[in-house]
């Protein structure tokens, strides 16, 4: 079974930047999306960011330019660095892993990962 296990939230000023981490533990082998969502009160959940096993990546219009996805598969840890946070980007963020590949589209309503994490929470202030 796989186990994500999330950390890096906190809070922090507008404009400043965050990195989440996700540590991977069990099989992945056939783990081939990985992702970033998030919600906040009141919103449905939103696709973040997406990185598929041969390295493409998607992102959510609202965070294009701004946010980054990576993983370290010899570290098994995928990545969220988020930079010019806005007061908008306050969620908890989870981390999630599917055993297909990547949609084509981020906000494609048949993708959900099989595992998540716990989620870590992001408060960015004005």
């Known amino acids: 079974q796989v186990q994500l296990v999330e950390s890096g939230g906190g809070s922090v000023q507008s404009g400043g930047s965050l990195r989440l981490s996700c540590a991977v533990f069990?099989?992945?082998?056939?783990?081939?999306?990985m992702g970033w969502f998030r919600q906040a009160p009141g919103k449905n959940r939103e696709g973040v960011a997406l990185?598929?096993?041969?390295?493409?990546?998607q992102f959510a219009a609202s965070v294009k330019g701004r946010f980054t996805i990576s993983q370290d598969n010899a570290k098994k840890t995928l990545y969220l660095q988020m930079n010019s946070l806005k007061p908008e980007d306050t969620a908890m963020y989870y981390c999630?892993?599917?055993?297909?590949?990547?949609?084509?589209?981020?906000?494609?309503?048949?993708?959900?990962?099989?595992?998540w994490g716990q989620g870590t929470q992001v408060t960015v202030s004005s």
């Open positions: 990185i598929g096993s041969d390295g493409s990546t």
């Open positions: 999630a892993a599917a055993l297909n590949i990547c949609p084509y589209y981020i906000g494609a309503a048949y993708f959900y990962p099989k595992y």
């Open positions: 069990g099989y992945t082998d056939t783990t081939y999306c």
